[in-house]
Nanobody, 120 residues
């Protein structure tokens, strides 16, 4: 079994910053790409940022220049530094990871989500 546990969400004023973390634990052989998705009320889940094991990154146009994704492979953890936050960034943020497990092989895994609210 694998778990992805997110932390760092909360309420912040427009223009503020937050840092999200997501740690993977369990029976893990290796982790490939990891990503942050977000889902606003009444909208579909969308990719915010992704990072490969080698460190290549990809961002949604709406967050480019404001969000930075990074990872620590030794800790099986990714981070999302969010700066210059806007009300439209309000959403539940989900961690996603492609994980290779010793017995069951490769699978896509999701965290439980963490709420980010940007409001004055």
């Amino acid at each position: 079994q694998v778990q992805l546990v997110e932390s760092g969400g909360g309420l912040v004023q427009p223009g503020g910053s937050l840092r999200l973390s997501c740690a993977a634990s369990g029976s893990i052989f290796s982790i490939g790409s990891m990503a942050w998705y977000r889902q606003a009320p009444g909208k579909q889940r969308e990719l915010a940022a992704a990072i490969t094991r080698g460190g290549s990154t990809n961002y949604a146009d709406s967050v480019k220049g404001r969000f930075t994704i990074s990872r620590d492979n030794a800790k099986n953890t990714i981070y999302l530094q969010m700066n210059s936050l806007k009300p439209e960034d309000t959403a539940v943020y989900y961690c996603n990871a492609e994980i290779l497990m010793p017995l069951t092989g490769l699978s896509t895994n999701w965290g439980q989500g963490t709420q980010v609210t940007v409001s004055s």
